[in-house]
Every structure is written in C-alpha cells, then in structure tokens.
C-alpha cells in the first residue's frame, strides 16, 4: 500500500477507530522505549512524535487534541497542552527528532517505524483530511532525503524522487 492509499484508508476511518489505532500504537511505542532502555524518556517521545504530527501543518487542532487525550485518558485543558506542545517545538525540532526515530527504530524493526507512521497519521487524520503539508510530514518518516544539489532531492525508503 503506497502513503496515498494509507492516508485515504485513515481519513475514512471513524474517531473510535482512530483512537484505538493511537492507542495501540501508543502501547507498542512504550514497550520498545522501555526494551531499549529509553522507559525514563517515553512521555518526552510520544509529546514529541504528538507535537512533530499536530503541527506539522502549522498549528494543533481540537481534534487532534480530543484524540490524545480521550484515547489516554488524560486530563489537560487544550490551552495547557498547546503551551506543553510549543514549548516542545521551541527547544527542539521535532520534525527531525520525529524522523529520527522513525529511522532507528525502523532499523531495529520495520514494524516499528510503521508504529511510528500510524501514530502520526492517525494524528494527522483526527480531522478527516490529511493536507500536503502533513502528507510531507508522513513520506519523511517513511524514509529520508537528501538533496544531492541541482534541485533534486532523493528519498530512500520511498518510491519518491521529487524535485526541490
């Protein structure tokens, strides 16, 4: 299945599906974090991976928010986490981080960068549309790029080639 058919099968899924997907995924991530000794790191990653998805178009929406906190339970008003998620993205790019672990931890397992997909695509798709910019967002977790000068940039672990 290519990331357009992925991201078609998420945006016509219901929030409940969603929610059990980010729960899910949630639940894996956490038992990876803790095999490899990162379970003192693990809120800091999924805020992270939350943040790097949520605003990945430019802003975190009520949706997405609805979708963390009902799926987890959790008791934080939408103005405190937006606070928590900007001060994530003012101290690290969490784009980066996000791509980053989706690299590793695919090494150790693809599954697991799949995990890491679906995390931030059912995130993305909390509000039934996953726009271009969130699309982009999504293909550098697949695999990662590098610009090898005259306009064009090549992503390995994708099928994509695109210019710059």
């Keep these: 299945m290519n990331i357009d058919q992925k991201i078609r099968q998420f945006e016509n ?3 409940a599906e969603l929610k059990a997907i980010f729960l899910l995924c949630t639940q894996k991530l956490l038992l990876l974090l803790k095999a490899v000794g990162m379970e003192e790191q693990e809120v800091k990653v999924l805020l992270t991976l939350f943040c790097a998805a949520s605003r990945s178009d430019g802003k975190m929406s009520t949706t ?6 009902e799926a987890l339970s959790l008791s934080i008003s939408y103005s405190e986490m937006n606070d928590v998620i900007a001060n994530i993205a003012a101290t690290l790019d969490a784009e980066d981080m996000a791509q ?10 693809d599954d697991y960068r799949e995990c890491i997909v679906d995390y931030c695509l059912s995130i993305c798709a909390a509000d039934g549309n996953v726009d271009r910019v969130e699309k982009s967002f999504l293909e550098s977790l697949i695999g990662y790029s590098v610009n090898i000068g005259i306009g064009i940039t090549v992503k390995f672990g994708t099928p994509y080639i695109t210019e710059t």
């Design 64 to 69: 997405e928010y609805n979708l963390m906190t």
């Design 100 to 109: 980053k672990l989706a690299e590793t931890f695919g090494a150790i397992d």
């Design 13 to 15: 899924k219901s929030k």
